[in-house]
Structures are given as structure tokens and as C-alpha cells.
């Protein structure tokens, strides 16, 4: 029974300890207040965080404007061996395009022939959304001009 009472009292104990720790020593006291600076920042990026993306992409509307191809990517299929579980992970070959809109730029993804049918400096009609407050682009369609 010790032992359970033992375990019971433990977190009181400890964070007895810790704010013991925090007041007494001066040093404790710099550590207590980073601590809670932290705490607060943390809070307010979990609170605010999700509402703050909301109200950035809320009823965004698709607009269709001229852009121009300014950089072409691709990335070549990659396997990944992890020896430990005997597993093999594939990532398939990756096409992208960045495309400058009204002085923005945004990147999609895009078929092997898309790729190769356009060249850097194409003008290409473009499907997106802006959002409110960054601005960013997410590019939703490409079509040659």
C-alpha cells in the first residue's frame, strides 16, 4: 500500500519541487519566466493558429488569369530501404512548375507531358486561389495559351 501512496503523492511532490525551485533561486526565477513566455506562445499558437489559416482560405474564389512558367522541377523516383523492418518505401517521379502571377508565385504539380510540352518563359493560362491575408497562391489549373 506504501507504494501506491507513494505514486499518488508523486506530481504533488514534484511540482512542489519545481516551484520551490522557481521562487527561491534567482536563476529559477529567469527559468520560470522563459518557461511561461513559452507556455503563452505555445497557447496562442495552438488557439490561434487554426483560426488564423481559417479566415486565410474562407470562401476564397477561383480566378483564372494569364501567367508565365518561371522554373521547372522534377525530382527522380527515390526508394527508401529501411533495413530494420524489411520495407521498402517508393516515392514515384515528381513534375512541378512555378508559375509567376501578377508578382506571385506559385508551384504545381503536373504530368510528365505537360512538363515537356511547355518551356520556361511560356505563357500559360492559370487557375487559383489567393489567399486573404499571406497571398500566396495555390495553383489549381494550367492551360497552354
Do not use: N
Not at 10 to 15: A, G, N, V, Y
Not at 50 to 73: C, Y
Not at 90 to 97: E, F, L, M, R
Amino acid at each position: 500500500m506504501e507504494i501506491i501512496y507513494f505514486f499518488i503523492g508523486l506530481p504533488e511532490r514534484i511540482l512542489d519541487g519545481f516551484w520551490e525551485i522557481i521562487v527561491v533561486w534567482p536563476v529559477g526565477t529567469i527559468a520560470g519566466s522563459i518557461l511561461a513566455l513559452m507556455s503563452l506562445v505555445l497557447m496562442w499558437l495552438i488557439i490561434f493558429g487554426p483560426v488564423f489559416r481559417f479566415i486565410d482560405s474562407w470562401r476564397l474564389t477561383e480566378r483564372k488569369d494569364a501567367g508565365i512558367i518561371v522554373e521547372k522541377t522534377y525530382v527522380p523516383r527515390q526508394e527508401f530501404k529501411i533495413p530494420q523492418l524489411e520495407t521498402c518505401f517508393v516515392v514515384p517521379d515528381d513534375w512541378s512548375i512555378t508559375v509567376e502571377v501578377q508578382g506571385r508565385t506559385g508551384e504545381m504539380p503536373v504530368s510528365k507531358e505537360f512538363y515537356h510540352l511547355v518551356k520556361k518563359g511560356t505563357k500559360v493560362k492559370v487557375g487559383y486561389l489567393q489567399r486573404r491575408i499571406t497571398g500566396r497562391l495555390d495553383l489549381r489549373s494550367l492551360t497552354t495559351v
